[in-house]
């Protein structure tokens, strides 16, 4: 089944404990990104990758990285994650200027 | 600066009628939009998409209408059906822009019985 995989599906810690959520895709898809979503704002761009090795910021990246050694995963860091971070996460992929797929997402909260 | 807009949190509508959700848009270069819809503990999935070359576009019960002069785009769901119940996500993007979507803050549609 195509899909896209995010672990984990939730996530509680603690501020400045470092984690990493991961993200996999079985679509061949050149294309992947990380979004976030938060009450009143809709979901928002923090970083893409057009292929491997190839990343660049979105709209709010800071105190998040990404990398992209291989084209099915994606994974997002938070080396010093802060409350301000707590939202609900996704990823996706695509082919290039075809529809995002997502997947099911990422709680993750910042005490 | 909220480039995409839906103004409208919440829609209630009786099963079998029609269903509009509505968006507006203020970057003049959007020229792709796209519809999501999002249930609970689930990712938003593709449900249709429209060009700005033309101004509407159909997909069994799902319709989506542009107009561009006015920046405004609209989902119609005819027939509504309880199982469409979910947020509806609107997204622009600007083609050479990579595939970075713009959101809106989504509406949450109730089909009731």
């Known amino acids: 089944e195509a899909q896209v995989t995010q672990n984990p599906r939730y996530l509680i810690t603690v501020t400045g404990k470092k984690l990493t959520v991961t993200c996999s895709q079985n679509?061949?898809?050149?294309?992947m990104s990380w979004y976030r979503q938060d009450p009143g704002l809709g979901l928002r761009q923090i970083y893409y990758s057009m292929n491997v090795e190839v990343t660049d910021k979105g709209d709010v990246p800071e105190g998040y990285k990404v990398s992209r050694k291989e084209k099915r995963n994606f994974p997002l860091i938070l080396e010093s994650p802060s409350p301000n971070q707590t939202s609900l996460y996704f990823c996706?992929?695509?082919?290039?200027?075809?529809?995002?797929?997502f997947g099911n997402g990422t709680r993750l909260t910042v005490t | 600066d909220q480039q995409v807009k839906q103004n409208s949190p919440s829609l209630s509508v009786q099963e079998g009628r029609i269903s509009i959700l509505n968006c507006d848009y203020t970057?003049?270069?959007?020229?792709?939009f796209l519809w999501y819809k999002k249930y609970p503990a689930e990712g938003p999935t593709f449900l249709i998409s429209?060009?700005?070359?033309?101004d509407k576009n159909e997909d069994g019960r799902f319709t989506v209408f542009l107009n561009k002069s006015a920046k405004h785009l609209s989902l119609h769901i005819v027939p509504s059906q309880p199982g469409d119940s979910a947020v509806y996500f609107c997204?622009?993007?600007?083609?050479?822009?990579?595939?970075?979507?713009?959101f809106g803050t989504g509406t949450q549609l109730k089909v009731e019985l």
């Open positions: 679509m061949n898809h050149e294309y």
């Open positions: 996706a992929s695509s082919l290039l200027h075809s529809p995002l797929h």
């Open positions: 997204a622009a993007r600007v083609t050479g822009g990579g595939n970075k979507l713009t």
């Open positions: 429209i060009s700005s070359i033309k």
């Open positions: 970057n003049s270069m959007f020229d792709y």
